[in-house]
Antibody, heavy 119, light 106 residues
Framework: QLRLQKSGPGLVKPSETLSLTCAVS??????????WGWIRQPPGKGLEWIGS???????YYNPSLKSRVTISVDTSKNQFSLKLNSVTAADTAVYYC???????????WGQGTLVTVSS | DIQMTQSPSTLSASVGDRVTITCRAS??????LAWYQQKPGKAPKPLIY???SLEGGVPSRFSGSGSGTEFTLTISSLQPDDFATYYC?????????FGQGTKLEI
């Protein structure tokens, strides 16, 4: 059974960089035709796609966040990572890592944890 | 960008009811529409993709229909476990935006 385990701090200061990592177990990132990505959900609000990456390193970002986002993949560790710089309170959200199928819907999700931007 | 609009935002129903949630796209997305169920404190769970294809393990009381710009998710006979928030998502590209959600409550 595929499992995605997210790690990273739950509190980030304004103007700093939010960094999260998602470790994949039960399947290999680089033997998959799937994409891997990040989605966030501000408290009490809906879902927002942040970006996706293929095992080759090809990336796709939400245009509204593109200038601040970097997603990378480490196939040797079977994990992928998110960096969001210059964060503000508006970036406070539950962040999810997930697998995106070749049909572009999301079929496996990691547990979400709240990342709060506050001084 | 393609905008997804769900209605209603909140739906009150009872166990055994048949309920329908609607999702409208701002432009045609053919049949590239997925539905998710989210319970409080949990990650969304995929129910349906390509408008009407049931994800593995999803009960047959869930069904989806539609094409173009208008889609529906139907639950034929509500069970207690179905009270949750439902989201649609267009999935014709990696840039698949979500609807704002429909909360199904007792």
């Amino acid at each position: 059974q595929l499992r995605l385990q997210k790690s990273g701090p739950g509190l980030v200061k304004p103007s700093e960089t939010l960094s999260l990592t998602c470790a994949v177990s039960g399947g290999s990132i680089n033997r998959s035709s799937h994409y891997w990505g990040w989605i966030r959900q501000p408290p009490g609000k809906g879902l927002e796609w942040i970006g996706s990456i293929y095992y080759s390193g090809s990336t796709y970002y939400n245009p509204s966040l593109k200038s601040r986002v970097t997603i990378s993949v480490d196939t040797s560790k079977n994990q992928f990572s998110l960096k969001l710089n210059s964060v503000t309170a508006a970036d406070t959200a539950v962040y999810y890592c997930a697998r995106q199928t070749p049909l572009y819907y999301w079929d496996y999700w990691g547990q979400g944890t709240l990342v709060t931007v506050s001084s | 960008d393609i905008q997804m609009t769900q209605s209603p935002s909140t739906l009150s129903a009872s166990v055994g009811d048949r309920v329908t949630i609607t999702c409208r796209a701002s432009q045609s997305i053919s049949s590239w529409l997925a539905w998710y169920q989210q319970k409080p404190g949990k990650a969304p769970k995929p129910l349906i993709y390509k408008a009407s294809s049931l994800e593995g393990g999803v009960p047959s009381r869930f069904s989806g229909s539609g094409s173009g710009t208008e889609f529906t998710l139907t639950i034929s006979s509500l069970q207690p476990d179905d009270f949750a928030t439902y989201y649609c998502q267009h999935h014709n590209s990696y840039l698949g935006t979500f609807g704002q959600g429909t909360k199904l409550e007792i």
